[in-house]
């Protein structure tokens, strides 16, 4: 027995005598039959990431300039990603759909696989969008069934943070940090010893993200969380990162903290391992000089994140048309250089990278530099089970809290994330898989 | 039973002894006939009421007093400095108790950076409307629950409590989906209207209701005064205090709805304040909390502004009936 | 239905009516003033939570991906995978802990404050103000005053029992010390609710007992137990339903505090669980099937209470 949601959801509604007549009208899919078409007007959903609300209201102004009968709007759609999503959730079961939207590297794929979203290489031919500029890994995120659905925008990667001057202290080079997590451990006592006892490195904990941070450490040991749809975490290799997580938080040289950043910039521990969205934020709130550094490989050792740009696929096809359009626009090699220098993502053109204002932001800002070359080294995309499979993310950052600040098995623990996450793609994927 | 549910009824024998014909004395009205009561009596009243109890006793109120007002107000010192610190001065190891370097700014960014004018006018379009059609709603259905007999009204009643069991994230989806249908979407009255339903207000006002002496209610009905008199003249100068605690949680309530409001405004044309202040946060790396706190305690202030204004009247409540008693 | 005890229901035992209008069966007047009174509020009820509810029910029985037009029908499968979960009891347990401490917490320090910023000291207008002030900020804002609290290596409490030489345990890190965190802080920012009631009440009771007693030369604390208590009655049977139902319903603390966790559930209540199945995991059907089971329970907490306060 199956129901379209709009009726089924007016069908309870029912009691209320005006909703009965305009749900008979519709079922035909998510979108909202009224406002299908629209009036030109785009409205773009978005949550301001990176403080950026100047940024994308001046280059609205600038696209409205230039396309006074497809003017677009700002939508203030939300504090955070989950938030956006909420609300373009809401919007499916009735209200009027966006035009464009922002959607995270763990929202946008359950967008795509209910089809509440719309794959957007038919509509970057159709208008002209050169996607072989587009940074080649921060494409290939949003590729599922041979589609992408999403267009990169608001794009992220994790970054090494050390304080200079303990390194200094320590001996150790201050022009660059370990090349892999055995030289980390090397390194490790002597950063603690020269920090009065403090940790070597902290990382955020598995309620903040744990579950990203360390995806770049399992698969610099030859481990990942899933080949696909399959779960590896008890993979020998995946099994050996945990351990090494587990034994390092045990001998003091990695803590794992709710505030990660803020422990690292009061000098509470002389590594930090974060996204490149903090160093804005470390610039300013940090007394000592740091640097930034690759994650320790082999590579690749760094997963991306952040936010893409996506279409929902119940709107009408000149709707469409005019977003890819305004999306195209607003990721121009000029606005992404601009958006990336004012909010710390990275510029999502290849084009973007050789643009002279880039190159000479990029000569000032060495620590910008740093997340630039390694998106090139040392990046790829993320686990089907952490960012495919809902409740990905929070459940291997429990998992991994019961390896750190818990103490258990790693064995165990990452048997139980195995049998847990077959058990999701099993219930909730694998029946809507084409 | 019956002594156990109703404070009225629990002591029956303190009920002054009122001439079932006549309006009882109650607190806030002055009863033909009643005599004004004497400087002594009035002394002792305020004596009572106030408490002043032994020396020894006052000390300890004192010292009771200050503990709680260094754990209120210790939290609420951090929300402040807080807002006057820059982005590195918040965190640091010590706790730095002063701002240094002192940054007001705080504050001009979040009046200059956001529609921090309309934002406000919206919340207080939307906080009026719900808090008057809720307190109305509220008091007269209280009053129906209480002092009226009509079939159905236990089920009614089991139902109203029943509907504050609902949390509003598994309704927030549905009613939308209606909400937009009607093209509701980003108006006032699409946040308004599906708020305006009150449970807490009307089970507050009634248990209220039901605990005023039943001499009254029967004096009023035997003197056939109608509806609205009873109302206005009997029941409500009896209740000030509750209708001021009512008024006062109903303001903050709406002040602060997050979820609904979040979901139906789309621009700035009804965006409440906290909505609007959510721009100040940065989703992804460190949010300089110093704005963000800043914007608190703007949106903050008008509500303690609210409760003085209203604990004065609660306060009123006490002394009208203290003195003509 | 007076069986069910809800306080009040049963107040025609109570207030006897006048005997003239006992044997009619119903009082047309009363009646129809009584639709006039109650019914648009009521109507307002039924449509935006009542049909919502109903709705949800029905859900439950639908497998829902929030995203998706389809919803398919899978019967009871959503509710044998919550019973079947031992995360949900767990989730469960904490609830109860939660909603047990913040309703008898904040009932008793409530209650406690208004009588001491009921008397006559100085200043006490100033500390009603701040007693009343957390009830009003954002949980955002609370969330991040409370680091500087809470947090292990730069907070208050940390501070504080470093003069004792007593190490401070990592509040975020340890599962019951984070649920005692967030708990702590819920009470704290929801006692002005408690205080404010209790202090009307106050305001509001018959001051004649009071100077009986007075007469009488009874002692402060049987005073309390004898008169205050007794006349604040309703008031607490009143506070105990509605805390117990806000405090099922946190939310904005613990998102901003914890996000749920550590270990991905220890602070996790079940509304929050509702939340995260629900927008998160768009798990809809199965988010609704989690709030469907927590509708119940508060249903029973609820008539149960009410039962006990019958009883007493």
Not at chain 1, 165 to 188: I, K, N, S, Y
Not at chain 1, 342 to 360: C, I, Q, W
Not at chain 3, 191 to 212: C, N, P
Not at chain 3, 292 to 304: E, G, P, R, S
Request: hydrophobic share 45%.
């Amino acid at each position: 027995m199956t129901f379209t949601r709009r009726s089924f959801i007016s069908l309870a509604g029912a009691t209320a005598a005006t909703a009965s007549l305009a749900a008979c009208a519709g079922g035909s899919g998510a979108g909202a039959g009224a406002s299908d078409g629209g009036d030109g007007a785009i409205e773009f959903w978005s949550n301001h990431p990176g403080g950026s609300k100047d940024l994308e209201e001046a280059m609205i102004a600038a696209w409205n300039e230039a396309n006074p009968d497809t003017p677009a709007t700002l939508v203030t759609a939300g504090a955070n990603y989950e938030e956006i999503s909420q609300k373009v959730n809401a919007a499916l079961t009735g209200g009027r759909l966006p035009d464009v939207f922002i959607t995270s590297d763990v929202t946008w794929f359950n967008f795509a696989l209910n089809e509440a979203t719309t794959p957007l290489d038919e509509l970057w031919t159709a208008n002209d969008v050169d996607s072989d500029d587009i940074v080649d890994t921060l494409r290939e995120d949003y590729l599922f069934d041979g589609k992408h659905y999403g267009m990169p925008y608001c794009r992220s990667t994790c970054l090494m943070y050390f304080n200079s001057d303990v390194l200094a202290a320590a001996g150790l080079p201050t022009d660059r940090g370990p090349e892999t997590w055995e030289e980390f451990a090397q390194w490790a006592p002597a950063l603690v010893a020269a920090n009065g006892g403090k940790p070597a490195l902290v990382v955020p904990d598995g309620s903040n993200y744990l579950d990203w941070y360390f995806q770049g450490m399992a698969w610099a040991f030859g481990g990942a969380y899933s080949e696909e749809w399959t779960p590896t975490f008890s993979s020998p290799e995946t099994v050996a990162a945990g351990q090494f997580l587990k034994e390092q938080a045990a001998a003091g040289h990695i803590a794992v903290d709710a505030n990660a950043d803020n422990t690292f910039s009061i000098g509470g521990a002389s590594g930090l391992l974060q996204s490149t969205g903090s160093l804005g934020g470390l610039t300013e709130a940090a007394a000592f000089p740091f640097i930034t550094t690759f994650l320790p490989g082999p590579s690749p050792a760094c997963p991306t994140g952040g936010g893409g740009l996506a279409i929902p696929a119940g709107i009408s096809e000149e709707r469409k048309n005019n977003a890819m359009r305004f999306v195209d626009f607003i990721t121009s090699t000029e606005n992404t250089i601009t958006f990336s220098q004012g909010t710390g993502y990275m510029p999502m053109r290849k084009s973007a990278l050789e643009h002279a204002d880039e190159v000479a932001f990029l000569t000032e800002n060495p620590n910008a530099q740093t997340a630039i070359d390694q998106l090139a080294a040392n990046t790829a995309s993320q686990d089907y089970a952490r960012v495919f499979v809902p409740g990905g993310g929070a459940r291997i950052g429990g998992g991994l809290d019961r390896i750190t600040i818990g103490g258990e098995e790693v064995a165990t623990v990452f048997a139980s994330l195995d049998k847990e996450t077959q058990d999701v793609i099993d219930r909730d994927i694998t029946p809507l898989l084409p | 039973m019956s002594t156990a549910l109703s404070p009225a009824a629990a002591s029956p024998a303190a009920v002054p002894s009122a001439a079932p014909k006549a309006l009882p004395p109650t607190p806030g009205t002055q009863a033909a006939g009643e005599p004004p009561m004497n400087a002594r009596q009035s002394a002792r009243r305020r004596a009572i009421s106030g408490d002043g109890g032994s020396p020894v006793g006052r000390a300890f109120g004192y010292g009771a007093m200050v503990l709680t007002a260094l754990v209120f107000l210790l939290p609420l010192y951090f929300i402040l400095i807080t807002s006057l610190k820059t982005h590195g001065d918040i965190y640091s190891d010590p706790i730095s108790w002063i701002p240094d370097p002192f940054a007001p700014e705080n504050f001009s960014t979040v009046m200059n950076n956001l529609n921090f004018g309309t934002y406000l006018r919206n919340s207080i379009i939307i906080t009026a409307i719900l808090t008057i059609v809720e307190v109305t709603l509220g008091v007269l259905s209280a009053y129906g629950f209480a002092f009226l007999r009509f079939p159905g009204r236990d089920l009614l009643f089991l139902l109203l409590i029943g509907s504050l069991m609902v949390p509003n994230q598994i309704t927030i989806i549905s009613n939308y989906s209606m909400v937009a249908q009607w093209g509701w979407r980003n108006t006032f009255a699409g946040i308004i209207v599906p708020l305006a339903g009150v449970a807490f207000g009307a089970f507050l006002m009634r248990n209220h209701f039901l605990s005023l002496p039943t001499e009254i209610m029967e004096a009023a009905e035997m003197d056939s005064a109608g509806f609205f008199r009873t109302l206005f003249k009997v029941v409500l100068p009896m209740s000030w205090p509750t209708v001021s605690a009512f008024v006062l949680i109903t303001v903050v309530t709406e002040w602060n709805q997050y979820l609904w409001p979040f979901l139906i405004a789309s621009d700035d044309s009804v965006m409440p304040l906290p909505i609007g202040l959510t721009q100040l946060q940065n989703s992804e790396g460190m949010t300089n909390w110093g704005p963000v706190m800043a914007g608190t305690i703007i949106t903050t202030l008008p509500m303690l502004l609210v409760f003085i204004l209203l604990q004065k009247q609660m306060i009123k409540g006490l002394t009208a009936g203290a003195v003509k008693g | 239905m007076s069986a069910l005890g809800i306080p009040g229901i049963d107040r025609d035992d109570a207030i006897p009516d006048p005997p003239r209008r006992r044997r009619r069966a119903t009082n047309w007047r009363h009646a129809a003033l009584a639709a006039v009174l109650v019914l648009p509020n009521m109507a307002l009820l039924f449509l935006f939570t009542y049909r919502p509810l109903i709705d949800n029910i029905r859900i439950s029985f639908y497998h829902w991906n929030i995203s998706s037009p389809r919803m398919t029908f899978v019967g009871l499968d959503n509710y044998t995978r919550y019973f079947s979960d031992p995360e949900s009891w767990q989730i469960m347990l904490q609830t109860l802990l939660f909603t047990g401490a913040a309703v008898i917490g904040s009932m008793v320090i409530g209650l406690a404050l208004a009588l001491l910023l009921d008397r006559a000291l100085k200043g006490r207008n100033l500390v009603r103000a701040v007693v009343f002030a957390p009830y009003v900020i954002s949980g955002a804002a609370i969330g991040v005053a409370f680091q500087f609290v809470f947090d292990p290596n730069f907070g208050l409490v940390q501070d504080i029992l470093g003069w004792f030489s007593i190490a401070s345990p990592n509040f975020y890190q340890h599962r019951w010390w984070a649920l005692f965190m967030v708990t702590f802080t819920y009470i704290w920012k929801n006692l002005g609710y408690t205080f404010v009631i209790y202090l009307a009440a106050l305001q509001g009771r018959r001051s004649d007992l009071d100077e009986a007693a007075e007469i009488d030369k009874t002692p402060p604390w049987r005073r309390f137990w004898r008169i205050t208590l007794p006349q604040l009655r309703g008031t607490t049977v009143f506070l105990s339903i509605t805390v117990l139902l806000n405090s099922f319903q946190v939310f904005d603390i613990i998102q901003v505090m914890t996000a749920g966790g550590p270990y991905e559930t220890a602070t996790t209540t079940m509304v929050y669980q509702v939340y995260q199945e629900t927008f998160v995991n768009s798990q809809a059907g199965y988010g609704s099937a989690v709030a469907t089971v927590m509708f119940v329970v508060v249903l029973i907490i609820t008539v149960a209470q009410a039962r006990l306060q019958k009883e007493n």
